[in-house]
C-alpha cells in the first residue's frame, strides 16, 4: 500500500504563486496526477506527469499557469501554480497510479488508484 503525504497551498493574492508537493511513503513507478474540488463541483483534473518520460499534460484552464514535475528519486511529485486566480480556489488532490500505465484516461479518476487527502488553495481577487 502507497500513502501519499501532501503538503504546501495555503492563501494567496490573485497573481500569486504557491506550490504543492506530494510524497510517496515507499518506492514507486506510478504516474502522477493532480486533481482538485471546488465548492459544490466535481473532482477534476489538473494535470499529469508519468513516471518513465515525464510526459506533461494540463488541463486547459491551468495550461500555461502550472507546472508539473517529479522527482523520481525522492519519490515526489510538484505543482508549481502561478498567476493564480479566484477560480483556482479549491482542495487539490495528488493522484499516483498503481503501475507506470493508467487505468483508463490520464484525466479521469479512475485511472489513479492512490489519493493524497488534499490541501486546501484560496485565491482571494
Known amino acids: 500500500q502507497v500513502m501519499l503525504v501532501q503538503s504546501g497551498g495555503g492563501l494567496v493574492q490573485a497573481g500569486g504563486s504557491l506550490s504543492l508537493s506530494c510524497a510517496a511513503t515507499?518506492?514507486?513507478?506510478?504516474?502522477w496526477g493532480w486533481f482538485r474540488q471546488a465548492p459544490g463541483k466535481e473532482r477534476e483534473f489538473v494535470a499529469t506527469?508519468?513516471?518513465?518520460?515525464?510526459?506533461?499534460y494540463y488541463a486547459e484552464s491551468v495550461k500555461g499557469r502550472f507546472t508539473i514535475s517529479r522527482d523520481n528519486v525522492e519519490n515526489t511529485v510538484y505543482l508549481q501554480m502561478n498567476s493564480l486566480k479566484p477560480e483556482d480556489t479549491a482542495v487539490y488532490y495528488c493522484?499516483?497510479?498503481?503501475?507506470?500505465?493508467?487505468?483508463?484516461?490520464?484525466?479521469?479518476?479512475?485511472?489513479?488508484?492512490?489519493w493524497g487527502r488534499g490541501t486546501q488553495v484560496t485565491v482571494s481577487s
Open positions: 493522484a499516483a497510479t498503481l503501475r507506470s500505465s493508467y487505468a483508463g484516461d490520464y484525466y479521469s479518476r479512475k485511472a489513479y488508484a492512490y
Open positions: 515507499r518506492r514507486t513507478s506510478s504516474n
Open positions: 506527469i508519468t513516471w518513465s518520460s515525464g510526459d506533461t
